[in-house]
């Protein structure tokens, strides 16, 4: 008997487990698990809409779900539809990649003021989340606070400054994009904790910011006159080149039609404001420094939660595991096993470290596997699909689009599932 392996999500991490494990043992019986009617996870609702090159990575996962051996079972939810303890008994092991994508909170007063948002939620709604469609205060928001000093911070910035032509060639969803082109924005302020030689921002991402339309980003004060009389590093590379941004920047002197501005080494204090954010306080050593705030987002990092009580521990911002095990059969791959850390690829070596153990660890051939879980989603009435159907949400958004757009992305569970027919 094959050996049958459920994996519960289909972004980068879950296809590559996949992938791996399909690799290692050819006759394996492999069930990914997808909550959306539509795969690819962060890749199709984290990574920025206007990056377009980074998405293109869909076609090698795409290669792994249309594999004969490997189903996709969209559209089924974790904790709802099926329980994690029912998948256990239904396959010889267990992969959880469902990453770990709940805002981390600032934890100050004011935080849950209405205006304050964390950048999960933001980036969710400009990707065309279902789970975030609610329209941030853009409409009221000419000043807006971004708190973070990594490449979420500076993706979101990029996205509230570009005008509705920068965005053209984006798969932003089409409520986000009005919504963007009609706020009144006049000034994005990026903060963070850290200093300038201390930032996780990549050179790409942050040289990006020189190329706007409507916004010149600058220094705020007194990291301007330092960062312009500082002596570049030369190494790493990397961080040369960050800080040689970043003092550029700082020599930046002129506005544009929208303010952008790096400020470091505030920690937060209070969110200010009668019934909605104004204001956000921050303080440098015994000085408070406000900045005016209709719009905070906060770019603080996620963290995997409990998905109901009979999920895994969560600790230090994922599921408690060793190696990639959670617990007898029971294994956890990309975020969800090691946080929100890193970048695309690093999750290929997570698939094939679980493959590894899988293999070494679990007698294959012991359990129903797919007609199991198919038995069982029947008898409650689940609606599922597989990824002959994720193609045809596919296909119709592209159908859907208007050049130079890539595709109109459905933003709603309804348009997704009405797209299949």
């Not at 935080?111 to 939620?121: F, K, Q």
Request: net charge neutral.
């Amino acid at each position: 008997m094959p050996l049958t392996v459920a994996i519960v999500g289909a972004g980068p991490a879950g296809c590559y487990a996949a992938e791996a494990v399909a690799r290692a043992t050819p006759d394996a019986r492999i069930d990914v698990i997808e909550r959306l009617p539509v795969p690819y996870g962060l890749v199709r609702h984290g990574v920025a809409p206007d990056h377009q090159g980074t998405k293109a990575v869909t076609r090698v996962l795409e290669r792994t779900l249309a594999r004969p051996t490997v189903r996709v079972v969209a559209n089924v939810t974790l904790g709802r539809d099926v329980l994690l303890v029912e998948l256990l008994e239904l396959y010889d092991a267990v992969v959880l990649a469902i990453g770990a994508s709940h805002d981390r909170a600032l934890g100050i007063p004011g935080a849950d003021l209405p205006g304050v948002v964390g950048s999960g939620a933001f980036v969710g709604w400009y990707n065309g989340h279902p789970d975030h469609g609610q329209v941030p205060p853009l409409a009221t928001a000419r000043n807006v606070v971004i708190v973070g000093n990594g490449n979420v911070a500076l993706d979101v910035a990029r996205i509230l400054a570009k005008t509705r032509e920068e965005l053209a060639s984006s798969d932003i969803a089409t409520a986000a994009l009005d919504a963007l082109a009609n706020a009144p924005l006049q000034a994005i302020h990026i903060v963070g904790r850290r200093a300038p030689d201390a930032v996780r921002f990549s050179p790409h991402e942050l040289g990006e910011l020189g190329d706007l339309a409507r916004a010149l980003p600058r220094v705020a004060a007194p990291h301007d006159t330092a960062l312009r009389e500082m002596t570049l590093p030369t190494a790493p590379p990397d961080r040369a080149e960050v800080m040689k941004l970043l003092q550029a920047y700082a020599r930046n002197d002129k506005r544009g039609a929208i303010d952008l501005v790096f400020h470091f080494e505030l920690q937060p204090l209070r969110i200010e404001g009668e019934g909605r954010a104004v204001r956000f306080v921050f303080a440098r050593g015994d000085e408070e420094i406000a900045l005016p705030a209709d719009l905070v987002i906060g770019c603080i990092g996620y963290h995997a939660r409990p998905f109901s009580a009979e999920g895994p521990v969560v600790e230090g911002g994922c599921y408690r595991n060793e190696a990639g095990r959670i617990a007898e059969r029971l294994y956890a791959v990309g975020w969800a096993a090691r946080g929100a850390s890193g970048v695309i690829p690093n999750n290929r070596a997570d698939g094939l470290a679980v493959a590894k153990r899988i293999i070494a660890e679990v007698q294959p051939g012991v359990r129903p596997g797919p007609a199991g879980l198919d038995a069982l989603l029947a008898s409650r009435g689940v609606r599922h699909h597989d990824f002959a159907a994720c193609k045809k949400i596919e296909s119709a958004e592209l159908a859907a689009a208007k050049a130079p757009a890539p595709r109109r992305k459905f933003a709603t569970i309804e348009e997704m599932l009405a797209a299949i027919g």
